[in-house]
Structure formats: C-alpha cells, structure tokens
C-alpha cells in the first residue's frame, strides 16, 4: 500500500486574505487527492485562522521571525511604502527560508505551495539544487511598481528587482512545477517590468496558468441575503456598516477616522449600526469607544458579515474587495499611500469590475467620510460578476503536479 501523498503549504502572513484562500484550495485539493496531508508552516496571523479551521501547523512554524510586526514598524498614519519596506526585510526573509530549508531537509513532502512566499521562492531560484519535491507558486499580483514620488531612483531599483525575477525564471524554469496566477489576464496592469523589460501581462500570460479569482467561501450560502441578516443577528430595520482593516495592526489610524465619522454619519443616516473589526494585532481597548459604535477583534466568518452588511469601509486589500465585489456589496475603500501594490495592482482590478469606491485617507475629513457612508450604504450595485471555482481549478492544477 503506497503512502499518502504530503503536502507543505506556505501561506503569507501579511494580510489575512492568503490563508483564506489557501484553506479553500486545500479543501479542494483535499477533494481531488483523497488521504493527502498537508502541513502548513506558517505565522501570526494565518495560524489563527488555520486553527480555526482545524489545520495542522506544523510545529516548526514556531520558529519563524513576524514578518507582520515588520510591515507595521514600517508604517505610518495609513502609510505604507511597500517595495522599501520588503527591500529592508532581508534578515527575517534570510531567517525563514533557513527555518523552511532546515524542515524539507529532516522531513519529507511531495509538493511544496508557497503563496507569495516570496522568501522561498527567491532562494530556491538562487540554489535550485536545493529543490528536493515538486514546487508551486501562487500569486494575485506580478511586478513591482514605483510610485509616483520615488523618482527615477525607485523606477531603477523596482525594474531591478523585475529584471532578476525574470531572469531567474529563464535560468531555472524548472524549479516551479506550477505557476499560479490567482486571477484572469485581465486582471493584471498595462505595465511594463521596466525598460527593455516585457509588458508585465505578456509575461505573466508564459509564465503562469490563471485559476481565477478565488473567493475562499461558498457562495451559496449568503444566495438568500436576508435569512442570512437573520442568521448573523442583523434586525431588518437597521443598516449594518462594517469596518475592518484586515489582519495586521497598519490600518489603526483608519479605524480611528471612520469611527471619528460615526456621530455625524449616525446624523444622516438614523438607523445606521457601525460594526469596527480590528483585527488580531490591534487592541480594542486602545480605540475611541461610543454609543453605538461595536468594535470587535476578530470575526472568523468575517466574510459573511460581509455579504449582509449594507456597506463597508475597507483597506485597499484585494481579498476583502473582492469578497466584498463577490458578494454584491457596496463599500469605500483607503489605499495605504505608498503601497504599490494597493495602487496599481488592486485598483486596476477593481475597476475592471466596477467595483468600490475610492477615497484618499490623507484628504478625506470625517465628515466627507459620513457624507460617503450616506451616499454608498445599501446602494444598489452592478459588478461584473466573480467566479466561484478558483479554488476547485487551482487545486486541480496542484494535483496534476501531485499525481
């Protein structure tokens, strides 16, 4: 009798969008591959959501330095400059794949999924004889991007990091087994990587197979919209706004904008319940407290919330936006100034869909704020509408590597 199949699963730890869509492709793989294992070596935050759903973390996965309380010592007031944050993070990046490298050398697995974890897939590219099992990438987003005040200084430095990128998967096309793109074609920006570099579709388009966009949660069970409100404890006669910055501790400040906008949303709009989810690394304590403003510190099945709220105020996070564009929401949401990925890459997928409405944290005053909240809550809206299988043609792609 052969033994079953293993699998180690890498998942990013900044944001919680990863780990949900993980879970789901691992659901799915799970489905496809009967008896296969699968081992998650992973970080706060993501270990609070695989717990809950009952994964196994492995217990090396203890020794991994956070690279969530980095991104945070790198921000500011809604401020994040991404591409110099991930330029200063090489000592925890070098500690984690060295925590990675230690376990596939003393245990053994079939496949490695590392979900933009870029550590990984970085030093397997510079020592491809240290690949010892079948490997796959996923990815929502390909291409570092300068903004706009960084100079002619960040467009060298960005198309530098492109260029080695590109040049890594043309020496070593075969240390990635599967490349994943978590998305369509369409999805991804007009770009280029850099001069007399390739459009950034046109690569990606040969490098990568696309699953489409994956959700992470079934559809299905928010179809009847109501009954849903009734599930969660949403009385019909209030409009139920959610707050949430995601699952690292950078999005404070703009918790603490949109709550300063309650009593004069409240105003506008009487029957209005603001719901706050601060997230696992943001103390609910240290934020302002009023009547009728809940503030909670973190909800499982955020998700469904979500899809019954009437409106929501969002990061510029492509998982909570697309959950929110999935499930017909309207909502507003803040690009961290600074962090490319947010203002490129998310946006111009947003916009594909028609979705959201954007706002600039540093010019928006409360008070524009409720003005927003008055406008957008319980609006009807028209997207273009989001796939449900991106789990299931992921994983199916994971177990043709597998088989």
């Not at 944001?15 to 879970?23: F, N, T, Y």
């Not at 000592?91 to 053994?108: G, K, P, T, W």
């Not at 490319?340 to 704020?369: C, K, M, W």
Request: include cysteine; charge should be negative.
């Amino acid at each position: 009798m052969s033994s079953p199949r293993r699998v180690l699963y890498m998942s990013s730890p900044i944001g919680l969008g990863h780990a949900r869509r993980d879970v789901a492709i691992a659901r799915e793989l799970r489905a496809l591959v009967p008896g296969v294992e699968i081992d998650w070596l992973a970080q706060h935050p993501v270990t609070r959501v695989l717990e809950a759903e009952g994964e196994r973390v492995h217990p090396a996965s203890r020794h991994l330095a956070n690279e969530s309380s980095h991104i945070e010592s790198e921000s500011a007031e809604h401020d994040l400059h991404c591409f110099q944050a991930w330029r200063r993070m090489d000592e925890i990046l070098v500690a984690n794949y060295m925590v990675f490298h230690d376990l596939v050398r003393q245990e053994r697995y079939d496949l490695w999924i590392g979900d933009e974890a870029w550590e990984i897939d970085y030093y397997l590219h510079e020592h491809p004889t240290e690949k010892r099992a079948h490997y796959a990438w996923l990815t929502d987003f390909v291409g570092w991007l300068p903004m706009d005040d960084g100079g002619a200084h960040e467009a060298h430095l960005t198309a530098d990091y492109n260029g080695e990128m590109v040049g890594h998967i043309a020496a070593h096309p075969d240390v990635r087994d599967c490349a994943l793109f978590v998305g369509n074609p369409e999805d991804i920006v007009p770009d280029a990587l850099g001069p007399d570099l390739p459009l950034i579709r046109d690569w990606t388009e040969r490098n990568f197979d696309f699953a489409g966009y994956v959700t992470g949660f079934d559809a299905e069970r928010f179809a009847d919209r109501e009954r849903l409100r009734a599930e969660l404890g949403y009385r019909p006669d209030e409009r139920v706004c959610i707050v949430t910055v995601g699952g690292s501790g950078v999005g404070e400040h703009l918790l603490r904008k949109v709550m300063a906008a309650f009593g004069e949303a409240k105003q506008r709009v009487p029957d209005l319940r603001m719901i706050v989810v601060a997230g696992p690394r943001i103390d609910p304590a240290t934020l302002p407290q009023a009547d009728g403003l809940q503030i909670c510190l973190y909800v499982h099945d955020l998700y469904l919330h979500l899809a019954a709220c009437d409106l929501a105020v969002v990061q510029g996070g492509l998982t909570t936006a697309m959950e929110l564009t999935a499930a017909g929401r309207p909502f507003i949401y803040f690009p961290l100034a600074h962090h490319f990925e947010q203002n490129f890459h998310v946006h111009h997928r947003l916009e594909r869909y028609g979705a959201g409405r954007r706002l600039d944290f540093e010019t928006s005053e409360p008070e524009d704020i409720a003005a927003a909240i008055e406008e957008e809550i319980g609006r009807e809206v028209s997207y273009r509408p989001v796939e449900r299988d991106g789990a299931r043609r992921a994983a199916e792609r994971l177990a043709e590597v597998l088989a």
